[in-house]
């Protein structure tokens, strides 16, 4: 029988229910895990957000709205109204099964006439967080362009402000450490989908207490989270993007999540993880998916290689294809496993001239080139030029591009203009004529029915070629642009259909290509958990640091997205580190990077066909170390296993010149991995990453996924490939002294002890 709750006007405490009383004037939300205090002012305010068992409040001194709305103006800048200017405000809350509900509504607001939000809670029993939902009657139907909510105004610092991290779902993960110390008042950064953000949570914290802040769309919805320092406050939001068309009532269309966060990041991950894998796109995991090729699945080492070359002038001089097959061999040679030759500049045009691909650079002299590769189990490798058809290219071997008329219906119709929107790609601008380089294109729009006929065609002159691992490249965003045709099945403006258009695109894409050859491979560009079951691969960037999504002050690299999905997604290495012939500690640690987050090797020359012949022996090194270790069982873990928290141990750690920053980034002199296999071992991997020996001493367990009392343990070495039996019945955890040469990999297996 459902409870009847209780309406408390006065706002005075109320126990009788499993709410605390705090005094005169407060609602409180508790269980073992968390505590909300909300605050009768004129209208409810967020007065505490208490993380247990740490007992501290988190929310700024002067307490925090709960919400901000955003109205379009006839300037540029936008009316905001927060929870605060609300006038009255009132409270319902209830017991729920074996949780609580709270109601709080808002109403009276000077600047926003007839406005009123309800925000609904529900607090289970033992959960991390409150699952809410906002609805906003505006029977003015005032221009409401964006919802801020859950919006918090968080403590500037949370205690010792040298632990404090921001955790960001920045394509493959970004940690801000010591925001209060690296951010000026008013530095912010926002992770917005479409766009950079992957995954859908964010959180501030340190060891003991913090903010974790979530969206919970399965559906795709344009959406948004910010963190932004204040003066006296560190504010985090979530942003619902709301249609150019008003309407009387609003509700938010998915839940959101606002609790507490402690630990370290993967703490904080587990939370999220505890809902991730309940979605859609976690369906079935990488070992329950034969649709994925097996090839792939082997981890094999993508080398970026463009197929044309350049003389002085930055000019095309002439084509890589003759000598091709010699490099893809002697670079599988070298490093002792399979090569996937990714071909940059394969494309009629120049390289990234999207939409007239065909026929292909040096076609005649390609086809029997690609042929053989396919014969020698290299297979060949392109990449698509996303959504765009290109018109016109600018400055070196540049000129008109024809064929985009036959498309015209289906390109995106910008606002403005009522025309197809064009864009502007300027990858190099150099000093004088000769460095100009950019690509000017229209936009396929995803919803428009003749955009799959396009990407049809291409597949299957791809595949007559002898190409079938293809890439949807420079549709980082994870969705289509803002279209404003009337003429493809979707309400004009920004909407849903950006997102689940693109997604029905890639289905229809892989389903296609799959039909023409069971070996086609479709992967896309950077990471979104949305995307998980429309394609065989992700191309991430997880080994670069201090650059584009982590280019703001204390951002370091996490693998985050690969602690959520390893086990559901295979990521390759993106292009990959750029060899070169000079000893670089940087390039060793990238690496080693792809190594110990489970992605595929990769490496890159681009237009720099010599390199590899003259890439340094560390960076050799370091590949076989990948190619060794997947060559064993670890390849069960790498490429189809679940990231565990990694061991923590003492190391020196090394200081690196990344970027253009003065400040050295610090890295442990032996970067770790622990994983799970998918039948249910565990393993963990090392990787000395400096050109001297290293010891570390560890503690070896299972990580808290099995609970086993006694592990058979065995150590892989990667180069030369040696398995040793460390020791049998051991009760855990183990103490073992492990010793890794100069740029050696390892991988210790532990399994239940055998009766």
């Not at 002012?41 to 307490?63: F, H, I, M, Y």
């Not at 976690?282 to 097996?294: F, V, Y």
């Not at 892989?510 to 070996?519: A, E, I, M, T, V």
């Not at 955890?733 to 740029?743: D, F, I, K, R």
Request: proline letters at 8%.
């Amino acid at each position: 029988m459902k409870k009847a709750c209780l309406l408390i006007v006065t706002w005075v405490g109320a126990t009788a229910y499993g709410l605390s009383e705090t005094g005169p004037g407060t609602a409180v939300l508790e269980n073992a895990r968390l505590k909300i205090v909300f605050e009768k002012q004129t209208s409810p305010v967020l007065r505490e957000l208490v993380q247990k068992p740490a007992g501290t409040n988190v929310v700024s001194a002067d307490g925090s709205p709960l919400f901000a709305l955003r109205f379009a103006t006839t300037n540029e800048n936008p009316l905001v109204v927060d929870s605060r200017q609300a006038t009255r405000g009132t409270a319902e809350t209830c017991p729920d099964g074996d949780g609580q509900r709270v109601r709080l509504t808002f109403e009276g607001f000077p600047s926003a006439e007839g406005v009123r939000v309800a925000l609904d809670g529900r607090l289970a029993a033992d959960a991390p967080y409150v699952r809410w939902t906002i609805a906003v009657d505006n029977p003015g139907r005032l221009p409401l362009r964006t919802v801020c909510f859950p919006y918090v105004r968080a403590m500037p610092t949370l205690g010792d402000p040298s632990d404090d991290v921001l955790i960001g779902p920045a394509f493959p993960g970004v940690l801000i450490e010591n925001p209060a110390k690296n951010w000026p008042v008013k530095r912010s950064v926002s992770w917005g989908f479409p766009g950079i953000q992957s995954v859908q949570f964010c959180a501030y914290q340190d060891r003991a207490t913090g903010v974790y802040l979530a969206s919970m769309d399965t559906e795709g919805y344009g959406r948004s989270l910010t963190v932004e320092k204040q003066k006296g406050a560190m504010l985090l939001y979530q942003e619902y993007r709301l249609p150019e068309e008003a309407a009387a009532r609003w509700s938010g269309p998915y839940e959101t999540a606002l609790g507490g966060a402690a630990g370290a990041w993967q703490d904080t991950a587990d939370i999220y993880k505890q809902w991730a894998v309940r979605q859609s796109w976690c369906a079935k995991t990488l070992a329950q998916r034969p649709d994925i090729p097996d090839y792939w699945k082997a981890g094999p080492c993508i080398h970026t290689c463009e197929m044309r070359t350049y003389g002085t002038n930055r000019h095309c001089s002439g084509s890589y294809y003759p000598v091709l097959a010699n490099h893809l061999r002697s670079l599988r040679e070298r490093i002792g496993g399979p090569v996937v030759p990714m071909l940059p500049g394969w494309e009629n045009h120049r390289r990234w001239t999207a939409g007239e691909y065909f026929p292909i650079f040096d076609q005649e002299r390609a086809k029997p080139v690609l042929a053989q590769l396919n014969s020698e189990g290299f297979r060949p490798f392109v990449y698509l030029s996303g959504l765009y058809y290109t018109y016109r290219n600018e400055g070196r071997d540049g000129g008109d591009v024809l064929g985009w008329e036959q498309y015209a219906d289906s390109l995106v119709i910008a606002s403005e203009t009522g025309m197809p929107k064009t864009n502007v790609l300027n990858e190099m601008t150099l000093p004088g004529v000769g460095g100009v380089w950019r690509r000017h294109s229209y936009v396929f729009c995803p919803a428009a029915p003749g955009t799959k006929a396009f990407f049809r065609s291409v597949i299957d002159r791809l595949h007559t070629l002898g190409i079938d691992i293809v890439q949807m490249d420079q549709t980082v965003s994870g969705g289509g642009d803002v279209c404003y045709s009337t003429e493809h099945g979707h309400p004009p403006g920004p909407g849903l259909y950006q997102s689940q258009a693109f997604r029905a695109l890639l289905a229809d894409m892989r389903q296609y290509g799959k039909s023409l050859s069971p070996n086609f491979m479709l992967a896309h560009e950077e990471l979104h958990e949305e995307l998980i079951p429309y394609l065989d691969a992700f191309h991430s960037r997880e080994h670069r640091e201090r650059w584009w999504y982590r280019a703001v002050p204390g951002a370091r690299g996490i693998p985050l997205f690969t602690y959520l999905y390893h086990e559901y997604a295979i990521t390759y290495g993106g292009e990959g580190p750029h060899a070169g012939p000079s000893k670089s500690p940087t390039i060793n640690r990238e690496l080693a990077v792809n190594l110990v987050t489970g992605k595929t090797p990769a490496v890159s020359v681009w237009n720099n066909q010599k390199a590899m012949a003259k890439a340094h022996p560390d960076q050799i090194r370091m590949l076989r170390n990948h190619q060794g270790l997947l060559a064993t069982e670890a390849k069960q873990y790498l490429m189809l296993g679940r990231m565990l928290h990694p061991l923590a141990f003492a190391a020196e750690t090394v200081s690196l010149k990344i970027g253009k920053s003065p400040t050295p980034f610090i890295e442990q002199a032996v970067m770790t991995s622990s994983w799970q296999s998918p039948d249910g071992n565990v393993g963990h991997c090392f990787v000395n990453i400096t050109d001297k020996p290293q010891r570390v001493s560890l503690s070896l367990d299972a990580r808290g996924a099995a609970a086993w009392p006694k592990a058979d343990i065995d150590l892989i070495r990667a180069d030369p490939t040696t398995r040793d039996p460390l020791t049998r019945g051991a009760k855990l955890p183990h103490a073992y002294a492990l010793e890794l040469a100069p740029l050696e990999a390892a991988f210790i297996v532990l399994r239940p002890a055998r009766k």
